[in-house]
Each structure stands twice: as structure tokens, then as C-alpha cells.
């Protein structure tokens, strides 16, 4: 619409000139009423593309969601300090309050790696490493996992020892803001659940960024705001209502499932997160929105 309206506009600024009124613009200082008219409604666009960019980055930058607002700590440490507090009932709950939807997620997410064939994979935010196993279906010499929870990573190597994994995944503590790996070592960097917990998601992703090959692709899997109705209010009461009653009690945390449904309406979702991985300098960027949009998938590539 933008584009057609400009394309007028400039169409009838050709028009303009070659019919005639470059005498008109010679002859008088004063812009004509035409230009006027031109040069307004490009300033009402221009002011009207100011705010509508720094919205995207104040819905999460200035609004910082922390799970326990009593606390002095920063993010950051809040978020370790709930994932190592529920981490023993962490993939339980989220199972049993997705009804087990998030497996087909995250075997959605993997799938978009399948044509890529990445054999270095990094899995930031790894948690319990349901992400980085589901990550093996594509057949990579090594995976590694980081995450700042320590409960969550004992979880995930005592699940990666059952099931024989420790040749080929590794867990470490690390931080998605400051990633000790060297420049362009990955050929794929995934993050499930993750972004959404970062306390400066524009450095986690620019880490991200530095980490992965050029050519390799990142694919980030994380909650949106579904948008079909009626699914969409059904879908508010239950994730708002609901899901922090059952959460809140099953975890024996009185803040997690709380901060859950706060933190997933406070971040950017859709083309707000897709903007924001252009400007961290992804190509070819690609937002997959599935089962009516409670969640989605975004990709790019380095
Ligand atoms: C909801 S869990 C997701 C775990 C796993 N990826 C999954 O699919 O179940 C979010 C994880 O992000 C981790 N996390 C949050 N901020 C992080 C950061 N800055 N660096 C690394 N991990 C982080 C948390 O410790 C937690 O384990």
C-alpha cells in the first residue's frame, strides 16, 4: 500500500515536471501547493515510521519481566535461580501443561535444518536437552548444549548418560550474551524456549550472530501470541488462568508459571522478532507461526 502510494507519488511528481510545471517551480521561490502537499505527507510518514520502530524494542527492553519482582537480582540470576528451582519437574510440566504439543515443536524446528545438513550444532539455552537430542535426527558430529542453570544441565546430562549420547552431546554452563566459542565455529545455532528469557536479547542474538558459520542458518523456536479467534481467547484464559494455578503448584514455585504468560506477552513476536533479527544482520529471514500461532519458528541465515 506504502509502496503504491509512493509510486503515485512519484509518478505524479514525472508527471508533474513533464507537463508543463517546471516553469511554475522556476519562476516562484515558494513551493507549489502540489509540492507542499508532498513534502507534508511525507513528514506525517517518516514521523508516523519513528515510533512505530522503537516500539518494537521498547515492548521488551523497557518492560523487563523478571520472575521474582521482590528480589533485588537481576534478570539474569532470576532466571537461573527459577530454572534450577523447578528444573527436577521442568519437562514434566511442560509435557503435561502443552499436552505434549512441544515435542512436535521442537521436531518441527529440527526439521527446517534437514537440507542444511549441519554437522556443528550449537544449542544455547539447552535446559534439560530435549532440543540438542531432538538435534541428532540430522545426523551432526557434535552438539553442544549452554545454559546458565545449573539444575537444568544435570537434568540434561543425567537424560544424555541413559541414553548413551555423551560421545556426541556436550553440556556446559555458559551464557548466550557471552559465548566463549571462536567466530563462525557452528554450522547451525538452535535456541527452544530461550530468546524469551535472555536480559538483553539483542546481545544474546548478536553472540548468537558471531558464533555461527557464515552460510549456517539459526533457527529459534519460542512462544507468540496466537491471533485466530475464538482459539485465541480460549487459549488467553487458559494460559493466564490456568496454566499458573497447576504450574505454580506442580513446580512448588510460586513464580515461574507466572512469569510464563508475562514474559510471552511482553516479547516481540512475528514480524517485531524478525525485525529484530534483520538488525542483528540474519538474511533471509523466515517466520513460521504453528498451531495457531501459540508458538512459533524463525530462521536465518548468517
Ligand atoms: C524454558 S527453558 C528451555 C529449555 C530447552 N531449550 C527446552 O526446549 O526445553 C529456558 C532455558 O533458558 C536458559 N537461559 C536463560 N537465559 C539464558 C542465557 N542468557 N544463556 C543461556 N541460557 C539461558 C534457562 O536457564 C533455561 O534452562
Not at 499458573?244 to 522478532?273: C, H, M, R, W
Amino acid at each position: 500500500m506504502r509502496f503504491t502510494a509512493k509510486a503515485r507519488e512519484c509518478s505524479s511528481r514525472q508527471q508533474a515536471t513533464t507537463a508543463g510545471e517546471p516553469g511554475e517551480a522556476t519562476s516562484s521561490i515558494l513551493p507549489t501547493p502540489r509540492y507542499f502537499i508532498i513534502f507534508c505527507k511525507r513528514l506525517v510518514y517518516i514521523c508516523q515510521q519513528v515510533p512505530e520502530r522503537k516500539n518494537i524494542e521498547d515492548t521488551f527492553m523497557n518492560k523487563e519481566i523478571r520472575p521474582y519482582k521482590e528480589k533485588e537480582l537481576g534478570k539474569k540470576d532470576q532466571v537461573a535461580l527459577m530454572f534450577d528451582n523447578i528444573s527436577k519437574r521442568y519437562d514434566l510440566l511442560n509435557h503435561l501443561l502443552s499436552l505434549g504439543i512441544d515435542v512436535y515443536w521442537r521436531k518441527k524446528a529440527i526439521k527446517l535444518l534437514q537440507a542444511h545438513k549441519p554437522q556443528r550444532i550449537l544449542d544455547v539455552a539447552t535446559g534439560t536437552a530435549d532440543f540438542a537430542i531432538q538435534s541428532l535426527s540430522l545426523r551432526p558430529h557434535k552438539v553442544v548444549g549452554v545454559d546458565i542453570s545449573d539444575g537444568m544441565l544435570d537434568i540434561g546430562r543425567e537424560k544424555i548418560k541413559k541414553k548413551n549420547l555423551e560421545h556426541i552431546i556436550e553440556l556446559e554452563h555458559g551464557d548466550s550474551e557471552n559465548l566463549r566459542f571462536d567466530d563462525n565455529n557452528f554450522d547451525a545455532v538452535i535456541v527452544a524456549f530461550g530468546v524469551r528469557n535472555f536480559e538483553h536479547l539483542e546481545n544474546g542474538l548478536a553472540s548468537m550472530y558471531r558464533v555461527l558459520d557464515s552460510g549456517g542458518r539459526v533457527v529459534i523456536l519460542e512462544f507468540s501470541k496466537p491471533f485466530v479467534f475464538p482459539f485465541k481467547q480460549l487459549y488467553n484464559f487458559y494460559f493466564n488462568s490456568i496454566l499458573p494455578i497447576i504450574g505454580n503448584i506442580i513446580s512448588k514455585d510460586n513464580a515461574a508459571y507466572t512469569y510464563l504468560p508475562e514474559s510471552v506477552q511482553a516479547f516481540p513476536d512475528g514480524q517485531d522478532f524478525i525485525q529484530i533479527l534483520k538488525d542483528t544482520g540474519f538474511k533471509q529471514t523466515e517466520w513460521f507461526p504453528l498451531t495457531f500461532g501459540i508458538c512459533s519458528i524463525y530462521t536465518g541465515i548468517k
